[in-house]
């Protein structure tokens, strides 16, 4: 079975702190990880994952497998960062797969 | 293009009842997955739906049910319903499932009196 864990319910940063938010998963096979994020009002939405390697809105994040993480930095938070945000693990067996979701921290970034 | 439609987005039952949930994709998609997100426990998954079939399901009883339609359009039942239910119910779209992007609804907040 997979699992999603984040450690940390809540992270206050100021702005232009850098920003780390923590994911580490279980999963015998070979995972895809993606981070979601939540804005006040908004949808859920993609923020990035693992495969395209690529940098949204100043936040990477590094598939880790010996440490089985999935971190999301960035080096200068901004207040419009400020906002729920979910690791995710997709995993496939066969046909079928479904994404596991962490249960999210609150990213704050005061001014 | 139109984004992922829940309807209805508020409702109030009482315990026993039994409520339906709808939900429309994006155009194109034929994969629909229903979560349950509590403050608590964050985003649990339900079940996914591709092309009408039930490809997935999670650790939920047999009270939560869902269906797809041909034109991708999905419902999720829950009957008999209990306090515990009360939560804010979100629809994904994606075009192929899990792997790819989830385009997600406003959701459907049910409270359970």
């Known amino acids: 079975a997979q699992r999603v864990t984040q450690p940390e319910k809540l992270l206050s940063v100021f702005k232009g702190a850098p920003v780390e938010l923590k994911c580490n998963y279980s999963?015998?096979?070979?995972?895809?990880l993606f981070w979601y994020v939540q804005y006040s009002r908004q949808r859920l939405q993609l923020l990035l994952r693992?495969?395209s390697r690529e940098s949204i809105k100043g936040f990477t994040a590094d598939l880790n497998k010996g440490e089985t993480s999935f971190h999301l930095k960035k080096p200068f938070a901004q207040e419009e960062d400020s906002a729920m945000y979910y690791c995710?693990?997709?995993?496939?067996?066969?046909?079928?797969?479904?994404?596991?979701f962490g249960k999210g921290i609150t990213l704050s970034v005061r001014p | 293009k139109a984004g992922v439609t829940q309807t209805p987005r508020y409702l109030i039952k009482t315990r026993g009842q039994q409520v339906t949930l709808s939900c429309s994709p994006i155009s194109g998609h034929r994969s629909v997955s229903w979560y349950q997100q509590t403050p608590g426990q964050g985003l649990q998954f339900l079940f996914e739906y591709f092309s009408e079939t039930q490809r997935n399901k999670g650790n939920f009883p047999g009270r939560f049910s869902g269906r797809q339609f041909s034109n991708s359009r999905s419902e999720m039942n829950v009957s008999t319903l209990e306090l515990g239910d009360s939560a804010l119910y979100l629809c994904?779209?994606?075009?192929?499932?899990?792997?790819?992007?989830?385009?997600f609804g406003e959701g459907s907040r049910l409270t359970v009196l």
């Open positions: 693992h495969i």
């Open positions: 999963y015998s096979g070979s995972p895809e």
């Open positions: 994904a779209s994606s075009l192929d499932g899990a792997a790819g992007e989830l385009f």
């Open positions: 995710a693990l997709s995993a496939h067996t066969g046909a079928n797969s479904k994404l596991t």
